[in-house]
């Protein structure tokens, strides 16, 4: 394989680690913009997603379709009473103890999985099957299509879901303004109660579809977070579309270093080139300056 063609393989490979960072971004996006906070747990619902998958079609022996519709199902369930148990009771809570749950709730999340499932790794089979398909001398898994193509329809969906649909408004409206939008009639502790099923109903999507890939273990949620939490930093914190370019940019970093430098310098260098961002940029690249604004604690 010729200099072009390995350019173009590493190019490819990014872009479908890209998507997968941009897909937990997404999920993190749509807390913070209804809450205001960063869910840490988001990376376990990945996890989770693709773990419950194994489950049914390894035990219990469902098809694969049906195996991980179940999983979506049961993750979004997952969110949605972490939501209802752990922040829907308290009564004006800081920004810093929301953060502080969410930790927590990771770790109980990753615990649950090490001892339901223990340390080993799992796998899916491919749902198109795995012979590859040849690109101008390069190779692309069928799974990568599978992958780009959910994120196409999630990113559609969301655009419809947000600008055409009441619920949508409203979520965006308390994005804005919470007081302001409880005054309208809007329940704003509803709208926090769908931003988590919505996250958590992405982040099992994204499990399932990752997991004939990159492989699953109760610890692979972590490393996943961190990566997606990066994306949104860079692409700007409740900005869809810089989420996808950021994940994108971040993958490709990966994999052009991992194919010509070493594999393991790659995470290093998309740290690094995030730690650059932070710098120069706090508010993201792909966010005006002069709408920059993080919260502070």
């Not at 490979?13 to 997404?26: D, E, F, K, N, W």
């Not at 369930?77 to 972490?82: A, D, E």
């Not at 430098?261 to 792909?286: E, H, Q, W």
Request: glycine fraction near 10%.
């Amino acid at each position: 394989m010729n200099l072009s063609n390995q350019l173009l393989q590493y190019t490819l490979s990014g872009i479908t680690i890209g998507s997968i960072y941009a897909l937990v971004a997404i999920g993190f996006n749509i807390i913070y913009n209804s809450t205001g906070i960063i869910n840490f747990a988001q990376g376990d619902f990945v996890m989770l997603g693709g773990m419950i998958a194994v489950y049914f079609y390894e035990n219990i022996h469902l098809p694969l379709f049906f195996a991980c519709l179940i999983s979506v199902v049961i993750v979004t369930i997952i969110g949605i009473l972490f939501e209802r148990f752990a922040i829907h009771p308290l009564k004006n809570p800081q920004v810093i103890t929301l953060i502080i749950i969410t930790i927590a709730a990771s770790i109980l999340f990753k615990g649950g999985a090490m001892f339901l499932w223990g340390k080993d790794a799992y796998a899916l089979p491919s749902f198109s099957g795995d012979k590859p398909i040849h690109f101008f001398g390069a190779t692309i898994l069928p799974q990568t299509l599978w992958i780009l193509g959910i994120l196409f329809i999630i990113v559609i969906f969301l655009m419809f879901f947000f600008n055409l649909t009441i619920l949508g408004k409203a979520m965006k409206a308390c994005s804005y303004n919470k007081m302001a939008a409880s005054i309208v009639g809007i329940n704003v502790k509803s709208m926090v109660l769908l931003s988590f099923a919505l996250s958590a109903l992405i982040g099992s999507i994204a499990g399932v579809i990752v997991t004939p890939i990159t492989l699953v273990d109760y610890d692979r949620g972590s490393l996943l977070g961190l990566k997606g939490f990066g994306t949104a930093i860079m692409g700007g914190l409740g900005n869809m579309w810089g989420s996808i370019a950021a994940g994108i940019i971040i993958g490709l970093l990966e994999s052009y270093s991992a194919g010509l430098i070493s594999s393991g310098y790659k995470d290093a260098v998309a740290l690094l080139v995030l730690l650059i961002v932070l710098f120069v940029s706090p508010g993201g690249i792909f966010t005006k300056r002069e709408v920059h604004k993080l919260k502070t604690f």
